[in-house]
């Protein structure tokens, strides 16, 4: 079974607003990744932050990361049509050289 | 940038034959990954290889299943006896090394009748 959980499983907003999504995973990590997925492609990876990292930020991208309550958000600001897509995060383990993913949000941003 | 390549596309065979997928890395590439996607899930890993070694297989891949990577390449992902329970997206990723991201392709749409 998967071991991240993403919170809310939909999301919709505006152009414009911010989109913020939650993320809790169950074991110790080495680094958690946020990816996104438009339907029917591929994952493309958005950003990483390694454990021993707190917050991270990549353009219009932040992710925070709470270790103590295995806990990642990543926040979307001034969000456009075309970042409606599926987001997903995924924890990677160096105990187990893979990356398990959350159920993922679907973000649809309305123009 | 070629990126991960996937073929075919996608898939529809009848219960019980035998299908096979093919991946094919960003060349420099020494990790493989297959994962398995459902409708509205995130992928599941399955198996993984370093250059041609198979390092790890998930208790989701069956003896029905089998993966290669000759020569630290391409990749093949074959289900043997396909179930409709095997209905999914199998996607492929590549990274450079451990803990790095990866870069996956778009993925086989499998279709069982």
């Known amino acids: 079974s998967q071991q991240g959980e993403e919170d809310p499983q939909a999301l919709s907003i505006q152009e414009g607003e911010n989109a913020t999504m939650n993320c809790s995973y169950k074991?110790?990590?080495?680094?958690l990744q946020w990816y996104r997925q438009n339907s029917g492609r591929g994952l493309v990876h958005l950003i990483l932050?390694?454990?021993?990292?707190r917050e991270k930020h990549s353009g219009r991208l932040r992710v925070t990361l709470d270790t103590s309550k295995k806990s990642s958000s990543l926040l979307i600001t001034a969000s456009r049509a075309a970042d409606t897509a599926s987001y997903f995060c995924?924890?990677?383990?160096?105990?187990?050289?893979?990356?398990?993913f959350g159920t993922g949000t679907l973000l649809a941003v309305q123009p | 940038d070629t990126g991960v390549s996937q073929n075919p596309r996608h898939k529809i065979t009848k219960r019980g034959q035998n299908v096979t997928f093919r991946c094919d890395p960003i060349?420099?590439?020494?990790?493989l990954y297959w994962y398995r996607q459902t409708l509205g899930q995130g992928p599941e890993f399955l198996t993984y290889?370093?250059?041609?070694?198979?390092?790890?297989k998930s208790r989701l891949l069956s003896d029905r299943f089998s993966a290669e990577r000759p020569k630290g390449s391409f990749s093949t992902l074959e289900i043997q006896r396909t179930e409709q329970g095997d209905s999914a997206m199998y996607l492929c990723?590549?990274?450079?090394?451990?803990?790095?991201?990866?870069?996956f392709g778009d993925g086989t749409r499998l279709s069982i009748l």
């Open positions: 990723a590549s990274s450079p090394g451990a803990a790095q991201p990866q870069h």
């Open positions: 074991t110790s990590i080495n680094n």
């Open positions: 932050i390694r454990s021993n990292e």
């Open positions: 995924a924890a990677y383990g160096g105990a187990t050289n893979k990356l398990i």
């Open positions: 060349s420099e590439h020494n990790r």
């Open positions: 290889f370093q250059n041609e070694a198979q390092l790890e």
